[in-house]
Nanobody
């Protein structure tokens, strides 16, 4: 019964900040990579940032220098700190994680959060 629970979305003015959180719950044996994606209306879902189990990170060029992804393994949680927000950052943000469960520790499956709306006004 693994699921990802997101929080932290909302409405913010351009130049403002938001911090998204995503906590994995359930019978979790291991979490490998975790990441954030976003999807704006009429557009494809795109990678925003990803963080490996060793805390290596990668960012989309559009958010580099403004967003920071981090994780707290003790809490099974990934964060996305978003600073200097722009209207073009407006989208539904989805977290994801590669997770193995106790029932099948050899198998990593991709899980997605339900999405949280981020709206940046000009």
């Amino acid at each position: 019964q693994v699921q990802l629970v997101e929080s932290g979305g909302g409405l913010v003015q351009a130049g403002g900040s938001l911090r998204l959180s995503c906590a994995a719950t359930g019978s979790i044996f291991n979490i490998n990579a975790m990441g954030w994606y976003r999807q704006a209306p009429g557009k494809q879902r795109e990678l925003v940032a990803v963080i490996s189990s060793g805390s290596g990170t990668n960012y989309a060029d559009s958010v580099k220098g403004r967003f920071t992804i981090s994780r707290d393994n003790a809490k099974n949680t990934v964060y996305l700190q978003m600073n200097s927000l722009k209207p073009e950052d407006t989208a539904v943000y989805y977290c994801n994680a590669d997770i193995s469960e106790y029932a099948s520790t050899w198998r990593l499956r991709v899980y997605w959060g339900q999405g949280t709306q981020v709206t940046v006004s000009s």
